[in-house]
């Protein structure tokens, strides 16, 4: 399990993607579903993905299972009642450029999700 300053890097690794406009969501015809489904549309989507810390951290990183080279973290959070899964991943590009990143999965949780960074660890 990361540190709580490996996963404060990450996200502010993708918070900066999603600033410079280098961040999409992955083709899924199910993501555009769930995004209805929460009453978000993408922007508010990667809004809410701003707003996350460590403390929102479930798991990761470990290999994404479309491309084992690249790495996935998953977050979760709570809207109006509802426990929200967010899987993320950055695609690296050249030396010293922000990564592109992509969000994998945004969606209501189907299982529990455990966050065992919450408390200060």
């Known amino acids: 399990m990361p540190i709580r300053q490996d996963v404060h890097e990450f996200l ?3 918070k900066l993607a999603i600033d410079f406009g280098l961040c999409h969501f992955r083709d899924r015809t199910r993501t555009e579903q769930d995004l209805i489904d929460l009453n978000f549309t993408q922007r508010q989507a990667m809004e809410a993905i701003c707003e996350l810390t460590p403390n929102n951290y479930c798991k990761g990183p470990e290999p994404d299972d479309t491309d084992p ?6 977050f979760g959070y709570n809207h109006e009642g509802t426990e929200v899964y967010v899987k993320l991943r950055l695609n690296p590009r050249r030396r010293n450029e922000i990564p592109w990143a992509i969000i ?3 969606h209501a949780a189907e299982f529990n999700m455990t966050y065992p960074l919450r408390g200060g660890a």
């Open 12 to 14: 502010r690794s993708f």
């Open 69 to 74: 080279s690249k790495d996935v973290w998953v």
């Open 104 to 106: 994998w999965s945004f």
